[in-house]
């Protein structure tokens, strides 16, 4: 069974950086495309970046670029979302979620998810 668990998230202002962790378990980590999304409330969820199962391909929302980046480490299952002068509108519940394929591609589709963590910044 896939587990996903994100943490790092908190309250920051605008301006300041936090870096969202997801610790996985129950595959082979390094098979997998691992992917970033957020939702906030009354709204659908958003694509915020994602990462192939080697870690060579990266993809970014035209929102995030430049600010957020999205790594991950083999050696502790961990995909990592570090992001940057942070602004009022990255508010949101942050999802981590894994992919069915080592590739990442532009449909986004993503398989597994965890219980999101919140981040919130201010003004």
């Known amino acids: 069974q896939v587990q996903l668990v994100e943490s790092g998230g908190g309250l920051v202002q605008a301006g300041g950086s936090l870096r969202l962790s997801c610790a996985t378990s129950g595959r082979t980590f390094s098979r997998y495309a691992m992917g970033w999304f957020r939702q906030v409330p009354g709204k659908e969820r958003e694509f915020v970046a994602d990462?192939?199962?080697?870690?060579?391909?990266?993809s970014y929302a035209d929102s995030v670029k430049g600010r957020f980046t999205i790594s991950r480490d083999s050696a502790k299952n961990t995909v990592y979302l570090q992001m940057n002068s942070l602004k009022p509108e990255d508010t949101a519940v942050y999802y981590c979620a894994e992919r069915r394929s080592m590739y990442i591609s532009g449909d986004h589709e993503y398989d597994y998810w965890g219980q999101g963590t919140q981040v919130t910044v201010s003004s």
């Open positions: 990462i192939s199962g080697s870690g060579y391909s990266t």
